[in-house]
């Protein structure tokens, strides 16, 4: 397990040695308070529902612009092969990167305290709902993240696995959502409504955490990493 | 080779298929067996324990009809969520008795008279669209549905109520027997189940048995009813006044609508009236008032016949109480706008409850209300000279009990059968019965009064239906109540921010937005800034060593 400690210290840092992550960072944070603190005075209420709401359109870009580069520079690099011939097992790479990765959303949402310390200084916001949004954020930015660490690792191309990153993301987030589910199949419906990685984030975003959506992120979470080891390893074969 | 790798191939696929039947297998018994947190500080999402256990107690499967249209307005689409979350709350406790269908009216000509048959309206919702206001048709009505019986929630406007609602409603569907509302006629009450309380008995109807009461026999209100409703109660004789207390010693629930004038037909001129139940009420921590409120401005226009001319005058006889002036917490008022109350007394709560009986207050007049007593002068076109200047205390003008309440006719003798108002003939006085003992203190109930007995007279209500609803709920809270009294409501959310100036604003949007990525974008140069110096000093080194 040393060796995965070894690998999310290298690619955390590596985040920071480039300009990339302090553009995404203040992207974000800029972006997400702007867009919340519009119609934030006007609703006039201290609660961060706004902001909860709008974030998973942000993550939606900002995870893929994140993973884009996580295996298609290496690809491309060839820095991939020296990598594999490490003495170091697949899925240990795949979950040092990915906990890397997972270790700088936490710390982007971190960042974002302002906003949270913004309703509390203006009013008296209630703290449950905004811990568990961001639980609920976290979850629903490691999903993604899991999703596109492994269309990163289809390509060499980083455009286009943002591209594929973004449409893919796209379709699971939304594909539970109502407006899909209006015009599904009824037979579909509740299928779809448990595939649709958005609607297992409504409740957390209110404050109610509840174990069936956990599961269902922790399992996306898991089929995505697997489904990148095994990416990994047909590699190999070729 | 080839071969080789279109194995491996199949068996990559073969255990990427197995892994994700694994997780689809996890995550079905996570369905199953499940919990929420709920992180609310007041505890939003969280049943409470009354539901849960009729949930539990359910034997046989019942079908919740959710009629709500599917193009809503934005505005409407957390309270669409809600009212699934809250059914979905529903579903784990019932153990699969439960079974929630959402249909759109509107999709299905069958449907949309189905819909209209039971009761639930089509709705004008406000919607901007393109940047202009329009207004849509939609359903937001909830039916409950069990065998051949069905609830309905007409409308579902927030989900304030909707817990103790929908509960209501499941537990009225699988009532058996039919409750019973007993009305008191006779000894000097006027109006009758055929006039005057023909809409109020046709309310009532939907949902209960009514069964009307004349004391004059001398017979106790009959045990089956679980609440007497007692309407413009005039000087009621020590006898009913006893029966009425013994029904309430019995368990039953008393709804009061009490008047506090007797109106002349034909006269702007009206006179006290005394209902005869005061010093009973007073004991049980209720006063009526023997006055008649005013308000300037809360008040329902009212029109009026001078010779051939009809006119339309604000009225400050006639109380129409406004949303802030009604209890929030109290499932029988708070849901309703546009109650009326005409020519209302004030009901008021004791200050400090009879031990054993919790007091709330249900409606208030506004602040600008003032009291009048002794002879009425009720024209609208008097000048209101007695009215205050400055806003005072809001009048109370209804108020539930709820507890243990003391017997009025504890170690007193049971009162003779009055004389026969009617024909003054002979007085026909009764002995007391031997065979019937004083019950001298309740089980836990309820008794509700009401400030005007003419507000839910056919008169008003063919003007002011919210009346009949107040009617409904109150019947409803009085029969049901010891099964729903853990539902709270769920208080609307609010929480203002502080109020700010425009500039104060901007500085806090400024601050909020660019003040961290600031910091983030002066961290960055500060390391950066420091690996190339780092990098120089590192060449510098190795330059000097060659």
Same mark, same amino acid.
């Given at each position: 397990m040393s060796n995965v400690g070894t690998i999310i210290r290298k690619e955390f840092r590596s985040y920071f040695d480039s300009p990339v992550a302090y553009i995404y960072i203040t992207f974000f944070l800029v972006l997400s308070s702007w867009l919340f603190l519009r119609g934030f005075f006007l609703v006039?209420?201290?609660?961060?529902r706004g902001w909860f709401g709008i974030l998973p359109w942000l993550l939606l870009f900002f995870i893929p612009a994140v993973t884009m580069r996580l295996w298609a520079e290496e690809k491309k690099l060839g820095t991939i092969e020296l990598l594999m011939t490490l003495p170091v097992r697949d899925h240990e790479v795949v979950l040092g990167k990915y906990l890397a990765s997972l270790l700088f959303l936490a710390l982007t949402l971190l960042l974002s305290f302002s906003v949270p310390a913004l309703t509390a200084v203006l009013g008296s916001p209630d703290p449950g709902p905004i811990w568990g949004g961001y639980v609920g954020a976290l979850l629903l930015g490691a999903s993604f993240l899991a999703v596109g660490l492994f269309v990163s690792g289809l390509t060499e191309n980083q455009i286009i696995a943002f591209i594929i990153g973004v449409t893919l993301i796209f379709l699971l987030f939304v594909v539970g959502e109502e407006f899909v589910l209006y015009n599904a199949p009824r037979s579909l419906v509740s299928i779809l409504k448990f595939i649709g990685m958005g609607a297992h984030y409504e409740s957390v975003g209110r404050g109610v955490i509840d174990s069936r959506d956990v599961v269902y992120y922790v399992s996306v979470i898991a089929f995505f990493l697997y489904l990148n080891v095994r990416a990994l390893e047909s590699r190999k074969w070729k | 080779m080839t071969a080789k790798r279109s194995t491996r191939g199949t068996n990559s696929l073969l255990l990427v298929a197995i892994v994700l039947a694994a997780l689809v297998a996890v995550n079905l018994i996570s369905q199953r067996r499940f919990f929420r947190i709920d992180l609310t500080e007041d505890r939003r999402y969280t049943l409470s324990s009354s539901t849960k256990k009729i949930l539990k107690d359910l034997d046989d499967v019942v079908t919740v009809k959710v009629y709500f249209?599917?193009?809503?307005p934005t505005y409407l689409m957390t309270l669409n969520q809600e009212v699934r979350d809250m059914l979905a709350e529903y579903g784990t406790y019932s153990g699969g008795n439960l079974l929630v269908e959402w249909e759109d /009216?509107?999709?299905n000509p069958e449907t949309e008279s189905r819909v209209r048959f039971l009761g639930i309206p089509q709705v004008q919702l406000q919607i901007i669209e393109k940047d202009q206001m329009q207004a849509v048709n939609a359903y937001l009505g909830v039916a409950v549905l069990y065998e051949d019986r069905s609830e309905t929630i007409?409308?579902?406007?927030?989900?304030?109520n909707l817990e103790y609602d929908l509960t209501a409603a499941i537990l009225k569907v699988f009532r058996d027997e039919e409750e019973t509302v007993a009305v008191l006629q006779g000894d000097?009450?006027?109006?009758?189940l055929e006039e005057g309380l023909a809409n109020a008995r046709q309310a009532l109807a939907e949902r209960y048995r009514v069964l009307p009461y004349d004391p004059a026999g001398g017979e106790?209100?009959?045990?089956?009813?679980g609440a007497l409703l007692v309407v413009q /109660?005039?000087?009621?004789?020590d006898r009913t006044l006893f029966e009425i207390d013994q029904f309430v010693m019995a368990g039953g629930s008393l709804l009061l609508f009490y008047d506090p004038i007797r109106l002349t037909a034909g006269s702007i001129r009206a006179t006290p009236r005394l209902s005869g139940m005061e010093e009973m009420l007073a004991r049980w921590g209720v006063r009526l008032g023997e006055n008649v409120v005013l308000d300037p401005r809360d008040n329902q226009h009212a029109a009026f016949n001078q010779g051939y001319l009809t006119f339309t005058l604000p009225y400050p006889f006639w109380l129409n109480v406004r949303g802030e002036n009604v209890?929030?917490?109290? /499932?029988i008022v708070n849901?309703?706008?546009?109650?009326v109350l005409p020519w209302a007394g004030t009901v008021a709560a004791a200050e400090?409850? /009879?031990?054993g009986i919790a007091l709330d207050t249900l409606l208030w007049s506004s602040s600008y209300a003032w009291t009048r007593a002794g002879e009425?002068?009720?024209?609208?076109?008097?000048?209101?000279?007695?009215?205050?200047r400055e806003p005072g205390a809001r009048l109370p003008l209804a108020v539930a009990a709820t507890g243990v309440f003391p017997g009025?006719?504890?170690?007193?003798e049971i009162p003779p059968l009055p004389a026969d108002?009617?024909?003054?003939?002979?007085?026909?006085?009764?002995?007391?019965?031997?065979?019937r003992s004083i019950i001298e203190s309740s089980d836990t109930t309820r008794v509700v009064v009401f400030g005007?007995?003419?507000?839910?007279?056919d008169d008003m209500t063919n003007q002011f239906r919210a009346n009949l609803v107040l009617l409904q709920n109150a019947v409803d809270w009085l029969s049901f109540g010891d099964e729903l009294i853990a539902i709270r409501s769920r208080g609307v959310s609010d929480r203002p921010l502080r109020e700010m100036s425009e500039r104060g604003k901007t500085i806090a949007r400024f601050l909020t937005t660019f003040g961290v990525p600031i910091l983030v974008v002066l961290f960055g140069l500060a390391r950066w800034i420091r690996r190339r110096n780092l990098r120089a000093e590192a060449l510098a080194a190795m330059e000097a060593s060659e």
């Open positions: 006039n209420q201290a609660n961060m | 249209s599917r193009e809503l /009216p509107a999709e007409p409308v579902v406007e927030s989900v304030e000097g009450v006027e109006p009758t106790p209100v009959p045990a089956e009813a /109660p005039d000087a009621l004789s209890n929030p917490a109290n /499932p849901q309703l706008g546009g109650i400090t409850p /009879p031990e009425y002068d009720l024209n609208p076109q008097q000048r209101f000279a007695d009215a205050p009025f006719f504890a170690g007193k108002r009617e024909d003054g003939s002979d007085p026909t006085i009764a002995p007391p019965p031997q065979d005007s007995g003419n507000m839910i007279l």
